[in-house]
């Protein structure tokens, strides 16, 4: 069979080939563009959604639109789309149950994104680990530690313990123990307290500050106060108070007590009148 023969015999069905395979470049070559348009539609709507919703919204409109082109081409080539997808569930069905773990973390994402107990740029704590809210994703929550580091929780670990979000409300409470002796004079340390919140013009009026005894511990008389300020001024205010506090106290004559311990030392022939009364009773 020569060449003339072999190209009307097969001439057709690799002209055909060949249109299917530069149709199925061009649909690849298509949804690449779509995907980058679609990715910076979204990227157009940070300014509208909240930011937290980006990175997961863009990764999912942008494997949708890989998805319809693949199921494009598939059909440019003859391939039962229809029995495809059917497959493709029963494969689902089994690649989920050997990945539970994987789309629980997926599940967990969503109900973040939707139920949204933190934003982006929020401080937040679960379990020991503290950090500001970079990005949620599908599988994993990233967040910056204040010493610099970035975490990468697995999103079911995020939603599956209490969550404590430092950044949500406007305003916090403030809280300070000072420690004065039993000899010390309570009201004087009171003023004290009053005095530093007098000082400190950061400190909101509303509500009140409120001034009292604590507990009177082994060593100390624990002062007690509480005063509300702006979350975002909070640590400015502690730290400030907590460095101007024992001066304070001891421009008063107020004594800052550390623990003590008495001992009593008993002599041998004391210690032996001793037990011969407790073998007596």
């Given amino acids: 069979m020569d060449f003339n023969q072999?190209?009307?015999?097969?001439?057709?069905?690799?002209?055909?080939?060949?249109?299917?395979?530069?149709?199925?470049?061009?649909?690849?070559?298509?949804?690449?563009i779509a995907a980058g348009i679609a990715r910076r539609g979204v990227a157009r709507l940070s300014s509208k959604l909240d930011a937290t919703l980006i990175p997961v919204l863009s990764n999912i409109v942008v494997w949708g639109v890989y998805i319809v082109g693949l199921l494009v081409i598939l059909d440019r080539f003859g391939v039962n789309t229809t029995s495809l997808v059917a497959l493709l569930g029963a494969a689902g069905i089994a690649v989920g149950l050997a990945l539970k773990d994987?789309?629980?973390?997926?599940?967990?994402?969503?109900?973040?994104?939707?139920?949204?107990?933190?934003?982006?740029?929020?401080?937040?704590?679960?379990?020991?680990?503290?950090g500001t809210v970079v990005e949620v994703g599908l599988f994993t929550t990233q967040l910056d530690t204040v010493d610099g580091l970035r975490i990468s929780a697995p999103n079911s670990n995020v939603w599956g313990q209490n969550l404590i979000n430092y950044s949500r409300n406007a305003t916090r409470r403030l809280e300070i123990i000072a420690s004065i002796a039993y000899g010390d004079d309570i009201e004087a340390g009171m003023a004290v307290l009053r005095r530093l919140v007098a000082e400190?013009?950061?400190?909101?009026?509303?509500?009140?500050?409120?001034y009292a005894v604590r507990a009177l511990a082994d060593s100390?008389?624990?002062?007690?106060?509480?005063?509300?300020?702006?979350?975002?001024?909070?640590?400015?205010?502690?730290?400030?108070?907590?460095?101007?506090?024992?001066?304070?106290?001891?421009a008063?004559?107020?004594?800052?007590?550390?623990?003590?311990?008495?001992?009593?030392?008993?002599?041998?022939?004391e210690k032996k009148k001793v037990l011969e009364k407790l073998q007596g009773e």
């Fill in 6 to 32: 072999l190209l009307e015999q097969y001439g057709p069905q690799l002209v055909g080939l060949a249109l299917k395979v530069g149709a199925a470049i061009a649909i690849l070559v298509i949804t690449w």
């Fill in 102 to 130: 994987t789309l629980q973390n997926i599940a967990a994402g969503f109900i973040l994104l939707g139920l949204r107990p933190f934003r982006v740029g929020d401080m937040i704590q679960f379990g020991d680990t503290m």
């Fill in 252 to 269: 008063e004559g107020l004594t800052i007590p550390f623990p003590q311990r008495e001992l009593h030392i008993i002599s041998q022939p």
């Fill in 220 to 250: 100390s008389v624990n002062l007690h106060l509480r005063a509300w300020a702006r979350n975002d001024e909070y640590w400015d205010i502690y730290w400030g108070m907590m460095k101007k506090l024992k001066p304070a106290l001891e």
């Fill in 200 to 210: 400190e013009p950061r400190i909101l009026p509303e509500p009140e500050p409120a």
